[in-house]
């Protein structure tokens, strides 16, 4: 046995672990929710209750932190935004239910209101990278929507005089708008309204009814 004047050594616990996507969806909320300027690390580090080093050595710092957040985001949110797109049967279908369930995802009840992506402004605070990672994020709304208006027209859903990129222009902006009326307080039902109402100019639009 050890004499009184040993001493024992420590003992050396496994390091603590952490759970990396329960760790990522916290910052992106917080990202979400304050965007990139103004969320400092110690507020990261106290959402995903790690400690600064383990965020570094985790994530790579800030930056690539929110760049994996942004991801997260779109892996996590756009299921519920797109999945009922491709499956429409017609482009007026498929737009229609884009905007719908923009509307329910753009407003859910305890998770920061609006869309990260279209609110995020890092790339307006001198973020280059940033910049041009939102900006091409941003373009994927408008590039699937144009996309299914070609393939409309293809089919012969939609006429050959049909141009879809002002079309898509045009939807992609309404969802855009949602996005910030949502942040300043519009709910689910003030924007399906304004979705629906989106959904009325198809015929001016498209000249086809439906």
Not at 85 to 98: K, N, Q, V
Not at 154 to 171: H, T
Request: charged letters at 25%.
């Amino acid at each position: 046995m050890p004499t009184t004047t040993e001493k024992r050594a420590p003992k050396r616990g496994r390091p603590r672990e952490f759970d990396r996507e329960a760790a990522l969806c916290a910052a992106m909320e917080l990202f979400w929710r304050k965007g990139f300027t103004a969320t400092s690390i110690a507020e990261l580090c106290a959402a995903m209750g790690i400690n600064s080093p383990s965020l570094y050595a985790a994530f790579g710092g800030k930056q690539a932190l929110y760049e994996a957040a942004i991801r997260q985001y779109q892996e996590t949110y756009g299921s519920l935004v797109w999945g009922g797109f491709a499956a429409a049967p017609t482009a007026h279908d498929a737009i229609e239910d884009l905007l719908l369930s923009s509307a329910d995802v753009l407003t859910r009840r305890g998770k920061p209101l609006g869309c990260m992506v279209t609110l995020a402004s890092a790339g307006d605070e001198g973020h280059a990278e940033l910049k041009a990672l939102i900006v091409a994020k941003r373009a994927y709304t408008l590039q699937h929507i144009r996309e299914r208006l070609e393939s409309a027209i293809a089919k012969g859903e939609l006429s050959p005089s049909v141009e879809p990129l002002p079309i898509a222009r045009f939807y992609a902006g309404v969802q855009q708008a949602m996005s910030i009326q949502a942040r300043d307080g519009a709910t689910r039902e003030d924007l399906r309204a304004t979705a629906r109402l989106a959904m009325k100019a198809w015929q001016a639009l498209t000249g086809a009814n439906q």
